[in-house]
T-cell receptor, first 112, second 118 residues
Framework: GDSVTQMEGPVTLSEEACLTI???????????LFWYVQYPGEGLQLLLK?????DKGSNKGFEATYRKETTSFHLEKGSVQVSDSAVYFC???????????FGKGMKLTVNP | GAVVSQHPSWVICKSGTSVKIECRSL??????MFWYRQFPKQSLMLMAT?????????EQGVEKDKFLINHASLTLSTLTVTSAHPEDSSFYIC??????????????FGDGTRLSIL
């Protein structure tokens, strides 16, 4: 079945450090890929998405590129802020399906 | 926007009681709503998929009689945890999509309900 594997952390960074959260997937067909963020005590918010190979999703300084050849969707940010402290989930949805499959999530803490 | 409201945000109940959690799409019609359970430091586990006007589809291992789901309108789905016990304590999250026929539509999540059973 479909699955998502991502870095689990937790990870602690200093403000302005670079961030990469690895995410790889296994799926049949051509899935849509998502990154969701969960701030403390809140539900999930869509951070960015990509629906086909080579698409780049971006939002709030975060980027991720849909790499079909490596089945990856790594999340990157050049300079993190304290406000980026949250749990980040990589997810996929296979074509024709309405279900999301999530990775285990990675907790990021950014210190000033 | 696409706002999903979940209520209550936090509930504490005695063992044996039933608890109802509401999930509402405030500014769009949601053909499909999803219910997830999140254990501490773990990912979201899909419990069931709820389509308006029809019976919910439960994931393997989820007790239908324990977790009753009703999706009576295009803006409201409810999850009732019946005869709740301490092991049912968890963070329950709902999500909704605007239309299930468009696979590019993302799911919009509520803020979650923290359920504590004493």
């Amino acid at each position: 079945g479909d699955s998502v594997t991502q870095m689990e952390g937790p990870v602690t960074l200093s403000e302005e450090a670079c961030l990469t959260i690895n995410c790889t997937y296994t799926a049949t067909g051509y899935p849509s890929l998502f990154w969701y963020v969960q701030y403390p005590g809140e539900g999930l918010q869509l951070l960015l998405k990509a629906t086909k190979a080579d698409d780049k999703g971006s939002n709030k300084g975060f980027e991720a590129t849909y790499r079909k050849e490596t089945t990856s969707f790594h999340l990157e940010k050049g300079s993190v802020q304290v406000s980026d402290s949250a749990v980040y989930f990589c997810a996929l949805r296979s074509g024709g399906s309405e279900k999301l499959v999530f990775g285990k999530g990675m907790k990021l803490t950014v210190n000033p | 926007g696409a706002v999903v409201s979940q209520h209550p945000s936090w509930v504490i109940c005695k063992s044996g009681t039933s608890v109802k959690i509401e999930c509402r799409s405030l500014d769009f019609q949601a053909t499909t709503m999803f219910w997830y359970r999140q254990f501490p430091k773990q990912s979201l586990m899909l419990m069931a998929t709820s389509n308006e006007g029809s019976k919910a589809t439960y994931e393997q291992g989820v007790e239908k009689d324990k977790f009753l789901i009703n999706h009576a309108s295009l803006t409201l789905s409810t999850l009732t945890v019946t005869s709740a016990h301490p092991e049912d304590s968890s963070f329950y999250i709902c999500s909704a999509t605007k239309t299930w026929t468009d696979s590019n539509q993302p799911q919009h999540f509520g803020d979650g309900t923290r359920l504590s059973i004493l």
